[in-house]
């Protein structure tokens, strides 16, 4: 089986989903050449660990609510590459928010909106040449995360469709930042499929994470076993497409 791609960059990666996927993808019997593994503090204890996986790690600092870090980034991994380009652009990077009518505030919502929205969507356009690099040198027809990708880790949680079905609580700056984020991977998919880039959301389940809590029913391994599997059958066909874990289509 091919390698899923020859170049991945993952954002958040020093914990949780973002963490075990560098995970398994280093250890994937055909993995990556180059992967990426970001946060904003690799050189806190968790970054340590990330930094240990793989021969083809590279542990890069990005805080994606920052521009000139995102743009050193960028330069790190296209030294890397040299003319290459990236393949796959994972981003994972996010923060949750139990807040309430009552509770929440107005700078609390623009936080989330920062790091959930605005971030990911600053990081494909500052890897979009990048991104577009890959898509050409890769000469072939149709879309693939092996040619040139953009998965947005999602959530249902910000599916304005399941919304009236789920007792979970509001979540006001949560929910609505993921929503939003859900229209920037279709505006993306969009504008960037004539470039052959495919976008699609990803919701990974309810995860025992540090966000999701050790009252999730996933384990972090299940869901990124099943993220991985997901992500190697995507096509042209779901290129803007909102799915689980497990490929299933969800409702916007």
Known sequence: ????????????????????????????????????ATCRDPEGPRGKVSAGIGSGMVLSQVDTVNLPSIQ?????????????????LINNAGISSHATLRSLDSQEMLDV???????????????????????????????????????????????IGLCLGLPEAPMYPYRA???????????????????????????????KTDMGTEKAPLTVEHSVRGILTVLASLSQATSGAFLDWEGNSLPW
């Open 1 to 36: 089986m091919a390698a899923l791609a020859r170049s991945v960059l993952v954002t958040g990666s020093n914990r949780g989903i973002g963490l075990e996927l560098v995970r398994q993808l280093a250890a994937s019997p055909r993995p990556p050449q180059h992967i990426f």
């Open 72 to 88: 050193g980034a960028v330069w790190a991994v296209k030294s890397h590459l040299k003319d290459q380009g990236l393949n796959l």
């Open 113 to 159: 909106f920062a790091t959930n929205v605005v971030g990911p969507l600053l990081v494909v356009k500052e890897f979009l040449p990048l991104l577009e690099q890959a898509a050409k040198s890769a000469g072939k027809e149709g879309l693939s995360c092996r040619r040139a990708a953009v998965i947005n880790i999602s959530t249902k949680l910000g599916s």
């Open 177 to 207: 930042s993921k929503a939003a984020q859900n229209m920037v991977t279709r505006c993306l998919a969009a504008e960037l499929q004539d470039k052959g880039i495919l976008c699609v959301a990803i919701h990974p389940g309810w995860v």
